[in-house]
């Protein structure tokens, strides 16, 4: 895989997203390959646990905006992988932890909200900047941050897309754990082995109960994020967003 490595501690998993240079943005390609080593963790009887982190310091920019446009079949496809993605990190059986260093935005956040334990460095920044560039969430964050925060934060932290840094993430309960820079993989590493020491049908049973009486709500949360999306993405405002990132200024919505 281009995008995404893959190694192994003992009974761990790691999977990081690996294209450093642009931050690691969610391009086609990477959810694909996420897929591809999320479903290998889970087949994979010697893999008890696995810990999702970011190449060079950082987590994840998020969407990759230099490929994004109003084409509607791209949309959808980049929409139905993204789904796959969440679908398939919260069906995961196994633990799934998550190291951010440096900064999860947009989608990036998506992610690292469905996660089942997050560390974070004491340097991170997080922010739902969807809003930026004139979209709505996708990522099922509108599903999982609520969980995570509580409906008026959450709304709070989506509204306004004001980065919140790791100190505030781990007061409101949307980390579990801060950690010095330079630290996170290991720290996350080290509570994954923990728990790969655990009953496997036991944790199994545990997510599994967690997230069931959710799942019809994760799954119409899905679907309707991908709608709104779509519909955003045809609209002038994200045209704008687009035009506003790549000139590296700030967008001016008009409507």
Same mark, same amino acid.
């Given at each position: 895989?281009e995008?995404?490595?893959? @190694? *192994?501690?003992?009974?761990?998993?790691?999977?990081? =997203?690996?294209?450093?240079?642009?931050?690691?943005?969610l391009?086609?390609?990477?959810? !694909?390959?996420?897929?591809?080593?999320? #479903? *290998?963790?889970? @087949?994979?009887d $010697?893999?008890? /646990?696995?810990?999702? $982190?970011?190449?060079?310091?950082?987590?994840? /920019?998020?969407?990759?905006?230099?490929?994004?446009?109003?084409?509607?079949?791209t949309?959808?496809?980049?929409?139905?992988?993204?789904?796959?993605?969440? !679908?398939?990190?919260?069906?995961?059986?196994?633990?799934?932890?998550?190291?951010?260093?440096?900064?999860?935005? %947009?989608?990036?956040?998506?992610?690292? /909200?469905?996660?089942?334990?997050?560390?974070?460095?004491?340097?991170?920044? =997080?922010?739902?900047?969807?809003?930026?560039?004139?979209l709505? $969430?996708?990522?099922? =964050?509108?599903?999982?941050?609520?969980?995570?925060? %509580?409906?008026?934060?959450?709304?709070?932290?989506?509204?306004f897309?004001?980065?919140?840094?790791?100190?505030?993430?781990?007061?409101?309960?949307?980390?579990?754990?801060?950690?010095?820079?330079?630290?996170?993989?290991?720290?996350?590493?080290?509570?994954a082995?923990?728990? /790969?020491?655990?009953?496997?049908?036991?944790? &199994? #049973?545990?997510?599994? $109960? =967690?997230? &069931?009486?959710?799942?019809?709500?994760?799954?119409?949360?899905?679907?309707?994020?991908?709608?709104?999306?779509?519909?955003?993405?045809?609209g002038?405002?994200? &045209?704008?967003?687009?035009?506003?990132?790549?000139? *590296?200024?700030?967008?001016?919505?008009?409507?």
């Amino acid at each position: 895989m281009e995008f995404v490595d893959v @190694d *192994r501690s003992g009974p761990v998993q790691i999977i990081t =997203l690996n294209d450093p240079r642009r931050r690691n943005p969610l391009s086609i390609q990477m959810r !694909e390959e996420i897929l591809t080593a999320l #479903a *290998r963790a889970r @087949d994979d009887d $010697t893999v008890c /646990a696995v810990v999702l $982190t970011g190449a060079g310091g950082f987590f994840s /920019a998020g969407g990759d905006i230099s490929s994004m446009s109003d084409d509607r079949p791209t949309g959808v496809y980049r929409l139905h992988l993204l789904g796959r993605v969440v !679908e398939s990190l919260v069906a995961m059986p196994k633990p799934v932890l998550a190291a951010v260093e440096g900064g999860a935005y %947009g989608a990036g956040l998506s992610l690292m /909200a469905l996660c089942d334990h997050v560390v974070v460095a004491d340097d991170t920044r =997080l922010c739902s900047s969807f809003g930026a560039i004139g979209l709505g $969430t996708d990522g099922g =964050l509108s599903w999982s941050l609520p969980r995570r925060v %509580g409906q008026g934060r959450a709304a709070e932290i989506i509204m306004f897309g004001d980065v919140v840094d790791a100190g505030r993430a781990v007061r409101i309960g949307l980390v579990e754990r801060v950690v010095p820079g330079g630290t996170a993989r290991d720290a996350a590493l080290e509570r994954a082995t923990l728990l /790969a020491g655990k009953s496997r049908p036991a944790l &199994a #049973a545990t997510k599994a $109960t =967690l997230a &069931a009486s959710d799942l019809g709500s994760l799954r119409r949360a899905l679907e309707e994020e991908n709608r709104l999306q779509l519909e955003l993405m045809s609209g002038p405002d994200f &045209a704008e967003g687009v035009a506003a990132f790549r000139e *590296r200024r700030t967008a001016e919505f008009r409507q």
